[in-house]
């Protein structure tokens, strides 16, 4: 267990400049008062966002992403009941308002699991 949580911690330390800015805009309940989580252990993997209240993912990818591998753990992931939205870095760098309201639309879509 200590192994998954110093992975963590690295995780949180060494976020990409579009996952930090994301997280800005996420922390502390910022997007209309939905709770956030970052780097949580879901499964075997480790998603970069999580509203545990709506059961929404959501994955920042730059260029080292595999495609394929993705899709395979988007789908694990759907299966387990999560809805995974996907952003490269540059979307999150270049169009920041555009993925806030798209991530905003889908939560306000999605069922309220908190209750």
Known sequence: MMDKTRFIRQLRAG???AERRLWYHLRDRRLEGFKFRRQQPIDRFV???LCVGRRVIVEVDGGQHNELVDAERTAILETAGYF???FWNDEVMRQT???LLRILT???TQPDYSL
């Open 15 to 17: 976020m990409t400049e």
């Open 47 to 49: 998603v970069d966002f």
């Open 84 to 86: 995974v939205l996907r």
């Open 97 to 99: 308002d555009v993925v």
């Open 106 to 108: 889908t939560l306000r």
